[in-house]
């Protein structure tokens, strides 16, 4: 079954979480998503705010830049996290966007490298391990988790350019992919993921693929899907971004989902008017209708 989840955009303010959390816990969302957008709200922050203020449903968070954490402080947290409330955490880290790491002194001059030398450490600490690496950017020094999860977790990495796609294979759990990718753009990281596997070793086993939607519904639905895709310069790409009712946002994330992608993330416009109602649009009338 395709899991279907919806964003909480950063453009709205932190206090504005809690109710659309507690909506998308009652309505029988899968999974709410939140960001790490510079320089708006902490992803981790906000995940254990939303995670003690629901009961089901899960909260992933996509992403977390990596040049701004340091590994160990990142495997800290996610591993309370999922002891606090386990089989509800998703968390994703990525390259983060370079602008704004060069705002704040962290960008770094193979992000490819940083992202790899992350995962394997990540990975590692959250399996309670005990690491010693000398990496070019990850240093550790006899480091292990006193509190590892109890149960495997899974690390999702986000992904764009052919090579980091490649390694979220290599590296990572699972693939988080944008609103910008198409049905074809799965099918090609699935590709590229599965590269990625096999180069590192790793066997035909599962891997997450989730992969945000654009979405819109409601008066004015298609001129605001129309003015995001142009501000995302892809305004004239096809099969990116859907405007409409139930049935055309289900036959959307139908397709993604037949291309591989496992989870659809309905993203709403920046400017979408209801972000509670966009919540309860995609538990109760989407959901349904989506396999």
């Known amino acids: 079954m395709t899991t279907l ?5 950063p453009q709205l303010a932190p206090e504005r979480l809690r109710p659309v959390a507690r909506l998308a816990d009652g309505a029988g969302l899968d999974e709410l998503w939140l960001w790490e957008d510079c320089f708006r709200e902490g992803g981790i922050s906000t995940a ?7 009961e089901r449903v899960r909260i992933g968070v996509g992403l977390l830049p990596v040049p701004l954490r340091n590994v160990a402080v990142t495997a800290m947290e996610a591993a309370t996290l999922h002891r606090m409330f386990p089989g509800r955490a998703l968390l994703g880290v990525g390259h983060g966007v370079q602008d704004w790491m060069g705002q704040v002194g962290a960008r770094v001059e193979s992000p490819v490298t940083l992202l790899r030398e992350h995962l394997v450490a990540l990975r ?6 005990r690491l010693t690496t000398h990496g070019r950017y990850v240093e550790l020094d006899d480091v292990a988790l006193d509190w590892p999860p109890e149960h495997a977790v899974e690390v999702l990495a986000g992904a764009t350019g ?7 294979g290599e590296a990572a759990d699972g693939t988080i992919l944008t609103a910008t990718t198409s049905p074809e753009g799965v099918r090609r990281a699935r590709r590229l993921v599965d590269e990625g596997r096999a180069a590192a070793g790793r066997g035909t086993g599962p891997h997450k693929i989730v992969v945000y939607l654009l979405a819109a ?7 605001r899907l129309r003015a995001e895709l142009v ?9 990116l971004g859907v405007a409409g009712d139930a049935g055309a946002v289900a036959k959307a994330v139908r397709r993604l989902a037949e291309a591989g992608a496992d989870s659809v993330v309905l993203q709403p416009t920046g400017d979408e008017p209801d972000p509670e109602g ?14």
């Open 162 to 168: 052919p090579r980091t796609v490649r390694l979220t």
């Open 231 to 239: 501000a995302e310069g892809v305004g004239g790409e096809p099969d």
């Open 124 to 129: 590692g600490l959250l399996r309670g391990e």
């Open 48 to 54: 254990a705010a939303a995670l003690a203020w629901t």
């Open 217 to 223: 519904t409601g008066p004015g639905a298609g001129e």
């Open 278 to 291: 966009f919540v309860r649009f995609v538990a109760e009338d989407v959901r349904p209708l989506v396999p």
């Open 5 to 9: 989840g919806a964003v909480f955009r």
